[in-house]
Nanobody, 121 residues
Framework: QVQLVESGGGSVQAGGSLRLSCVAS????????MGWFRQAPGKERELITS????????YYRDSVKGRFTISRDNAKNTVYLSMNSLKPEDTAVYYC??????????????WGKGTLVTVSS
C-alpha cells in the first residue's frame, strides 16, 4: 500500500509560480512511475505530466510544456511539480498519482487526495 500526500497548492496571480510536492509512504517509491493529474471544475481529470523511476522518461501535456517541470527525489520519496507562468486556465485540483509501470502512466494504482491551485487574472 502506498499513500500519497500533496502539498504546496494555493492562490496566485497569473504569471506567478507555485511548487507542488507529493510525499509517498512505503519502501518501493522508486519502482513507481509518478505523475500529476489535474481536474478543473466541470471537466474530466487529465494527466499533465509523468516521470519514470530514473527520471529519464518524462511526459508533458502540450498545454503545460515549457511552463511546468516534474522532478523526483527517490531518497526522499518525493515528486515535485514546479509551475511557472501560471494562467487562469491552470486553476484546478492537482492530484499526485503512482503507477507500477516502467515508463509511463497507464493505470493509476494510487492517488493522493489533491491540492487546490487557483490562478487569478
Amino acid at each position: 500500500q502506498v499513500q500519497l500526500v500533496e502539498s504546496g497548492g494555493g492562490s496566485v496571480q497569473a504569471g506567478g509560480s507555485l511548487r507542488l510536492s507529493c510525499v509517498a509512504s512505503g519502501r518501493t517509491f522508486n519502482s513507481y512511475v509518478m505523475g500529476w493529474f489535474r481536474q478543473a471544475p466541470g471537466k474530466e481529470r487529465e494527466l499533465i505530466t509523468s516521470i519514470n523511476w530514473s527520471g529519464d522518461i518524462i511526459y508533458y501535456r502540450d498545454s503545460v510544456k515549457g511552463r511546468f517541470t516534474i522532478s523526483r527525489d527517490n531518497a526522499k520519496n518525493t515528486v515535485y511539480l514546479s509551475m511557472n507562468s501560471l494562467k487562469p486556465e491552470d486553476t484546478a485540483v492537482y492530484y499526485c498519482a503512482a503507477d507500477r509501470g516502467a515508463a509511463v502512466i497507464n493505470q493509476v494504482d494510487y492517488w493522493g487526495k489533491g491540492t487546490l491551485v487557483t490562478v487569478s487574472s
